[in-house]
C-alpha cells in the first residue's frame, strides 16, 4: 500500500521559515504529480503548489508566490514545501498528495479524482 507522510510544522513566528516534508512509501514519487494543499481553521481546502510528474510546477495560490517553493529529491523519495516570510494567515493544516502521471497539475475541480493519495496533514502556526 502507498501512503504520504507529512512532517516539519510547528509554531513559528511572523516572518520565519519553515520546510515541510512529503515522504512516500510504497510507491516511487517521480512517477506523481505531488501537491501541496492547506485547510485554516473554518475554511476550505485550498491548493498552495504544486510540481507536476515531468517536474513543471505552477502556483495554486497567489498569496504564496514569491515566498514557497516546491522541489523534489527524488533519492530520498520525497517533496519539499520551503516556507519563508510566513503570516499569521498561513496558518493551516498542510497536507501533501500525489496524482499518477500527471504532467500537469490537476485543477481544483478534479482533486478528489486525480490525487491517488494523501497525507494526514502537518499543523502549521504562525503566530507571535
Known amino acids: 500500500q502507498g501512503q504520504l507522510v507529512e512532517s516539519g510544522g510547528s509554531l513559528v513566528q511572523p516572518g520565519g521559515t519553515l520546510r515541510l516534508s512529503c515522504a512516500a512509501s510504497?510507491?516511487?514519487?517521480?512517477?506523481?504529480?505531488i501537491g501541496w494543499f492547506r485547510q485554516a481553521p473554518g475554511k476550505e481546502r485550498e491548493g498552495v503548489l504544486c510540481?507536476?510528474?515531468?517536474?513543471?510546477?505552477?502556483n495554486y495560490a497567489d498569496s504564496v508566490k514569491g515566498r514557497f517553493t516546491i522541489s523534489r529529491d527524488n533519492g530520498k523519495n520525497s517533496v519539499y514545501l520551503q516556507m519563508n516570510n510566513l503570516k499569521p494567515e498561513d496558518t493551516a493544516v498542510y497536507s501533501c498528495?500525489?496524482?499518477?502521471?500527471?504532467?500537469?497539475?490537476?485543477?481544483?475541480?478534479?482533486?478528489?479524482?486525480?490525487?491517488?493519495?494523501w497525507g494526514q496533514g502537518t499543523q502549521v502556526t504562525v503566530s507571535s
Open positions: 510504497g510507491f516511487t514519487l517521480d512517477h506523481y504529480a
Open positions: 498528495a500525489a496524482s499518477f502521471l500527471s504532467t500537469t497539475c490537476p485543477g481544483e475541480q478534479y482533486w478528489i479524482y486525480s490525487y491517488d493519495y
Open positions: 510540481i507536476s510528474s515531468n517536474n513543471s510546477t505552477i
